[in-house]
């Protein structure tokens, strides 16, 4: 987590002071400063025109380790609709994806057609993990569904979470994504991979098995069922604003997050209630046609710039703002020259052809 004084440190200013209010009045323009800050709208206009004609940069801010993840799978279908089979690739490839980049899992949930992640990783590092967790599922689960190609949108989306408080709520927010989607009455009954019981009993892995049953029919239905049953354990790590506390805080913290989802399915119950909404049963969930998607039309909510208080979001922005100047002033020498130059920290450069990915 990033504190107000290490966003000083990093702008080179007071990130808490909102604009406008308290602030010293501005001197009067001379001619001369007239024509620099004309010019200075002017070129910001420019780049930020530049940028919304390309797709929004991805941009890693020095020193957030903790992100919000999502990714859709292609079209909106159920692709990962939760069997047990489905559930149980996933959690090894998770588990595969923490192994191999050290990322640290603090929350997670896939619903059948998306998934949320609460993670620690650096920049590149989350970048290379979701990319292999990605083909490690569409790898496998395309063998079991018979189908080719990609399984998830290319593009995933990510979030920094800056501060403790808005940390709790998100990984409030991605335990409850099966309970608001009225998919279950429960957040413990998702069948689906899902972090909340782990998290609610201070566990540190999730825990997946799988009973192989078409294995142990093709064997004869034997007796001993050990040998058809697989467990995968994913890692989940201690949350941050855990750290630190003594045992009866820790069940206190523990009881403040049941509470808190007790709420919410109470408060999605009366909304099922009104609406007349039925929750589907658990195997109705588990047979969806995988080439299905929601019916109606689609909604698209809009996506928080990142989740934390409203200061260190707004300087959070206008680091992006300074890294998009220096990127756009970097690709156009690349495009113009040829050669790689200096691009901002946490950015990845349009490198072409032959030119490799930087490491």
């Not at 709790?168 to 279950?184: D, E, S």
């Not at 009455?185 to 069948?191: L, Q, V």
């Amino acid at each position: 987590m990033r504190g107000l004084g290490e966003l000083d440190e990093y702008l080179g200013g007071d990130v808490r002071r909102p604009i406008g209010v308290g602030a010293t009045p501005s001197p009067p323009l001379t001619p001369a400063s007239a024509v620099i800050a004309h010019e200075r709208r002017r070129k910001r206009r420019r780049i930020t025109s530049s940028a919304t004609r390309m797709r929004r940069i991805r941009y890693y801010p020095p020193d957030v380790r903790v992100y919000h993840v999502t990714s859709k799978c292609v079209d909106d279908q159920f692709l990962w609709r939760p069997t047990p089979q489905t559930t149980f690739v996933i959690a090894h490839a998770l588990a595969a994806t923490i192994e191999k980049y050290g990322v640290g899992l603090y929350a997670c949930v896939f619903m059948a057609n998306h998934l949320h992640l609460v993670v620690r990783a650096e920049g590149n590092q989350l970048s290379s993990a979701m990319q292999f967790l990605k083909s490690q599922v569409a790898k496998k689960l395309n063998r079991i569904l018979g189908r080719q190609g990609a399984m998830s949108k290319a593009r995933f989306k990510h979030q920094p979470v800056l501060d403790d408080a808005s940390f709790i709520q998100l990984v409030h927010y991605v335990h409850a994504n099966p309970v608001r989607a009225h998919c279950v009455e429960k957040a413990a009954e998702w069948p689906g991979l899902s972090s909340y019981t782990a998290v609610i009993d201070g566990r540190d892995a999730i825990e997946v098995a799988y009973f192989d049953e078409g294995a142990w029919r093709e064997a004869g239905k034997p007796k001993q069922l050990a040998e058809f049953t697989e467990t995968v354990c994913v890692p989940v790590e201690e949350m941050p604003t855990m750290e630190g506390l003594s045992s009866l805080e820790l069940r206190a913290a523990r009881r403040a997050m049941q509470s808190s989802m007790d709420a919410s399915e109470r408060e999605m119950a009366l909304v099922r209630q009104k609406s007349r909404t039925r929750v589907p049963s658990i195997a109705s969930l588990m047979k969806a046609d995988p080439r299905t998607r929601p019916k109606g039309a689609r909604s698209i909510t809009p996506q928080p710039w990142a989740f934390g208080a409203p200061d260190l979001v707004w300087a959070l922005r206008d680091a992006y703002r300074n890294m998009l100047e220096f990127y756009v002033e970097a690709s156009a020498r690349f495009r113009e020259t040829g050669v790689l130059g200096e691009f901002p920290e946490g950015t990845f450069p349009p490198w072409a052809g032959v030119l490799s990915a930087p490491s």
